[in-house]
């Protein structure tokens, strides 16, 4: 069983809790990062959160950033927070599998910029977490790890493709970790795993040193339990490098992201739909119904909510296939190891290596074309409203279809429709844990802003954030802490936690 490491340890999971812990000396860095280390160790390969676990490197950094909080020379608001790197992140002297077998023991000489940032801003990472191969299907079962599982019921998937991120935090095995999101891959895990993700502006965080992603379709983001904390985090990884060409805009009058969260976001104009943008996708009533109990509190809390159609066409959904396509096309594997590469990825790499250069090309522009029709028809609003997924968390297993990989793309579509619109059009997403089945699944609610109002985003999340803090609700049984294992909650003895666990995931 974890022990609590310190008796004035915060009440509850966020990483500003954790830090004002920090500050005023109720623990430290080192405390906190054995305190996580152990419950890595206890439950990261049954929710299937970490792939890479970097202790050693931790607790030397640990009592670092101990030392330097006891001097007060912090390096950031977050300094000596523990955290966790997304398996798709370059990360220097790290082995970095990006969920594949083919990739083998890869150790990056460099890391890409938000790694880069979260070191120098003193947070502490505790490993690689979690993810499909190349971030490609919204689950995540790699064949390097075991499935990435919800702690609200771990016979359901965490999504993908940040699963392993989103079921750290959710299982309390970080505060807060790194994402990234092409097609929905920040949001879709935090619907199904009650959290808050983030998907920044297009821009808002470098992708040097490496660039890529030329489709510009992906952003990193944090994974958090607290829309502060995603804001702390965001706040450190955002930002140009000299190397960059295009970038996203600063935050108004030089305030933070966290800053934004205290304020008031004003009366908004919020457009909503829950028609799934893709045609023919059926939305799960209690999807809906959370959907429904959003509308009416942005609606109390003094918005003005507008029903509209943004279906969009087939062709738009085929452009966006092909760059998909391409992009797992594009990946340097070494021939001799492709036979290890999983059905659905063998497929969209077919797929991706038929289209010409000119073809996607084509796709690349027809594909502005669509974010500029898009943004022109949400112009007039500020903010948009929508379910996050058509469904609630799937089975482990349940959308994966290695047989039929053209099944499989198609279910994940089915399971996806509100999210990848985002990545076209280059907007601020985030998915809130707005709302619980009957079954005490958690169903994220997703707000999108216009690009470069990242900081109104966080404004008016803060703002349900606050509206809804009652509703939130912890993992059961193991997942949960009570206040003998930090930071707080419920929590059964240790047999009861340990065989319910098991036998749910049997």
């Not at 798709?88 to 990056?108: K, N």
């Not at 027809?366 to 997924?389: E, K, N």
Request: glycine share 10%; with cysteine; net charge negative.
């Amino acid at each position: 069983m974890t022990t609590h490491p310190g008796s004035d340890w915060p009440d509850d999971d966020s990483a500003l809790a954790l830090a004002g812990a920090f500050d005023s000396g109720a623990t430290t860095p080192a405390e906190a990062v054995g305190f996580y280390l152990e419950r890595i160790g206890e439950l990261s390969e049954l929710l299937g959160a970490f792939v890479t676990v970097t202790a050693d490197s931790a607790r030397s950094e640990a009592a670092e950033a101990t030392r330097r909080l006891q001097r007060h020379e912090p390096l950031s608001r977050l300094d000596g927070i523990p955290t966790a790197i997304k398996d798709l992140a370059l990360t220097e002297g790290v082995v970095t599998r990006f969920g594949s077998a083919a990739m083998g023991d890869f150790i990056p000489p460099f890391s890409d910029e938000p790694v880069r940032r979260i070191k120098a801003a003193g947070l502490i990472s505790l490993g690689k977490t979690n993810t499909p191969e190349f971030g490609l299907p919204c689950y995540t079962e790699p064949d390097v790890a075991p499935p990435a599982r919800t702690p609200y019921d771990l016979t359901r998937s965490a999504g993908g493709s940040s699963g392993g991120a989103a079921a750290a935090v959710a299982g309390r095995l970080v505060p807060v970790a790194l994402g990234s999101d092409g097609g929905g891959s920040i949001r879709i895990p935090a619907s199904v795993c009650g959290l808050v993700g983030f998907k920044p502006s297009r821009g808002l965080v470098s992708r040097a040193p490496v660039y890529g992603d030329i489709s510009g379709l992906s952003a990193a983001g944090p994974l958090a339990s607290t829309v502060r904390d995603s804001a702390a985090f965001l706040d450190i990884i955002a930002g140009p490098t000299p190397t960059d060409a295009l970038w996203a805009p600063a935050t108004r009058d030089g305030a933070t992201l966290l800053d934004w969260c205290g304020r008031d976001p004003g009366s908004l104009r919020v457009a909503r739909f829950s028609a799934p943008v893709i045609a023919g996708v059926e939305v799960d009533p209690e999807v809906l119904t959370a959907y429904e109990d959003a509308t009416a509190l942005l609606t109390r809390l003094g918005h003005d909510v507008e029903d509209i159609d943004l279906t969009i066409d087939e062709a738009t959904v085929s452009v966006f296939e092909t760059v998909w396509a391409v992009s797992a096309a594009m990946w340097l594997v070494d021939p001799a190891r492709e036979h290890l590469l999983r059905p659905l990825t063998r497929w969209l790499r077919e797929r991706g290596a038929s289209t010409t250069g000119a073809g996607f090309g084509q796709s690349l522009v027809a594909m502005a074309q669509a974010s500029a029709r898009l943004l022109g028809r949400l112009a007039p609003y500020d903010v948009v409203l929508t379910p996050t997924l058509a469904q609630l968390p799937a089975p482990v297993g349940g959308i994966r279809n290695d047989d039929d990989p053209a099944a499989d793309f198609e279910a994940q579509k089915a399971f996806t429709p509100f999210t990848a619109v985002w990545n076209i059009t280059g907007m601020p997403a985030v998915s809130l844990p707005s709302g619980w089945s009957e079954a005490g699944l958690p169903i994220g609610t997703m707000l999108a802003a216009r690009p470069g109002q990242d900081h109104l985003l966080y404004a008016l999340a803060a703002q349900v954030e606050a509206a809804i803090e009652g509703q939130r609700r912890r993992p059961p049984g193991l997942l949960s802490r009570g206040t003998e294992s930090a930071p707080g909650g419920p929590r059964g003895n240790d047999e009861d936690r340990g065989s319910g666990a098991q036998q749910a995931i049997r």
